[in-house]
């Protein structure tokens, strides 16, 4: 049996809560934390797990074998150096933090203190990407020619982006690229292999009144040859399926949303995941809680046998290299290595 403390009862916290539920023939929960007394009495009414009001009441506790930190961006190197200190193994909501510096600080702490880091990139848990990851492990595509993603969400202004810090690289980091498109990316550079430059653009659009990009387009040259592009948005109302799409000398693959559908050139066809089917509009919480409660048996596996979960700290880093690149590409109008 592992022990869990839920550290952070913000929004995110509820399909992690489900899969915690599911999962108490493998998983305490000891302690749910939040210094905010409206968000542990809403926690508490909907979860049967024990609140607290003072972090090191978590921390202290030597049953407590990790923490699931659902903290805002801004704060996960401070609240995961304070977890390392304990000696609590660390799942870490996404975004890894602000930028890749303090991520890269985050593995480093983890890694002195010789305690288990995982990132929450769920979207690598649904069926259809889990079954595209099989094919592309096979060469079931054959050599990749193009690859691209689409992520043409919605987000309205009231009741989204009027919350305090949102839309501010303060508490964000970022933008679209970060805060929502950050999954499907993350996804999409998982199958692809490694990017070698980018060249995009990227702004504010009226429709918005925030700090940060809401508009990215770019065009994506990857190290093993094959060109896309990024298209990532959360002004297309009211929101659609993210789309990921992979091109090969033996078939095409197309991702969209949790619906794997694949065309091989000898005239298979295969679908896969549609029952897990997701939507991209101004609810940002409307999907099912399976991806996380796969994510997190993951994590508690790894735990059990002492080895690595899926996305470690270093796999979970690379899309933040990704993101820089991007955005630096837009702000200085020309082409970035990803090695510059």
């Known amino acids: 049996m592992i022990t869990i403390g839920i550290i952070g009862l913000g929004v995110a916290v509820t399909p992690h ?3 915690l539920l599911e999962m108490t023939d493998r998983v305490r ?3 749910a934390f939040s210094r905010t007394p409206a968000r542990r009495e809403a926690f508490a009414a909907c979860f049967p797990f024990p609140t607290a009001d003072d972090l090191a009441v978590v921390l202290g506790d030597p049953t407590v074998d990790a923490v699931l930190v659902l903290t805002p961006p801004n704060t996960h190197l401070e609240v995961v150096e304070q977890c390392a200190r304990a000696g609590k193994h660390v799942l870490l909501e996404k975004p890894f933090d ?7 600080r985050i593995i480093e702490v983890c890694k002195a203190r010789g305690v288990t880091l995982g990132i929450v990139f769920q979207h690598r848990f649904r069926l259809g990407a889990l079954r595209l990851r099989q094919l592309v492990d096979e060469g079931a595509l054959g ?9 043409r969400w919605w987000r309205p202004q009231r009741g989204y982006y009027d919350q305090p810090g949102r839309g501010t690289f303060a508490q964000d980091g970022g933008g679209v690229l970060i805060t929502q498109a950050i999954h499907t990316l993350d996804l999409h550079l998982s199958l692809t292999g490694p990017v070698s430059e980018v060249s995009a653009f990227a702004q504010t659009s009226h429709l918005h009144d925030i700090e940060v990009e809401d508009i990215v387009g770019a065009v994506v040259r990857y190290t093993n040859g094959a060109i896309g592009t990024i298209d990532a948005t959360t002004v297309c109302y009211p929101g659609f399926k993210e789309r990921i799409e992979l091109v090969g000398n033996l078939g095409t693959a197309i991702l969209t949303g949790s619906e794997l559908r694949v065309y091989f050139q000898d005239g298979r066809e295969l679908s896969e995941g549609a029952a897990e089917d997701v939507a991209g509009g101004a609810d940002p919480m409307a999907f099912p809680h399976h991806f996380h ?3 997190i048996e993951d994590f508690v596996n790894a735990l059990e ?5 899926r996305i470690t700290g270093e796999e979970g880093v690379k899309i933040h290299y990704l993101i820089e690149a991007l955005l630096r590409s837009a702000a200085e109008r020309r082409v970035i290595p990803l090695n510059e």
């Open 293 to 295: 409660r796969r994510l």
């Open 17 to 19: 809560a489900k899969s």
């Open 305 to 309: 046998t002492g080895g690595q979960p």
């Open 143 to 151: 050599r990749l020619a193009n690859a691209s993603a689409y992520i």
């Open 29 to 31: 929960v000891a302690h």
């Open 98 to 104: 602000r930028n890749s510096a303090r991520a890269r």
